[in-house]
């Protein structure tokens, strides 16, 4: 049996559930990507904080917000996925750098990832075909 026929297409449940989960994420990513253009005092004050001078807000809100138009895309979600994991994990790494609690900023990233690849995963099928979950059934 091919991999395709094992991934098979989304219930509607599933279907939904992704849409779902990706679109709490991107409507976060897009907020993020927005205040950063907008270069409101609390967004100069945490680039302060985090060790980034102000004036990489708008470079860094261009590069989010093209991650985000390239994961929106269906034809170019799967690379959207992969290069905002990337951008997160770089939040993740300045997150740990300035000793910034655990569970509130440093896995919060990890989070919103988690979002942006389990309703990827759950609503498209060549992701599934890639990256089957094995029942953990034995075979004789």
């Not at 449940?13 to 991107?26: E, K, Q, Y």
Request: hydrophobic share 50%; net charge positive; with cysteine.
């Amino acid at each position: 049996m091919q991999a395709e026929d094992r991934a098979g297409t989304p219930s509607k449940g599933s279907l939904w559930a992704g849409r779902i989960f990706s679109t709490l994420a991107v409507l976060f990513l897009l907020f993020d990507a927005v205040i950063k253009f907008i270069k409101i005092p609390p967004v100069a004050e945490a680039f302060a904080r985090l060790g980034y001078p102000p004036s990489l807000a708008v470079p860094i809100g261009t590069i989010l917000l093209g991650c985000v138009i390239l994961y929106i895309i269906p034809q170019t979600s799967v690379l959207g996925a992969v290069l905002l994991t990337g951008y997160l994990g770089g939040a993740v790494a300045t997150h740990v750098r300035v000793g910034d609690p655990l569970f509130s900023h440093i896995l919060f990233p990890t989070y919103v990832g988690l979002m942006i690849w389990g309703g990827l995963y759950v609503r498209e099928p060549r992701l599934r075909a890639l990256i089957p979950f094995r029942n953990p059934q034995r075979t004789p």
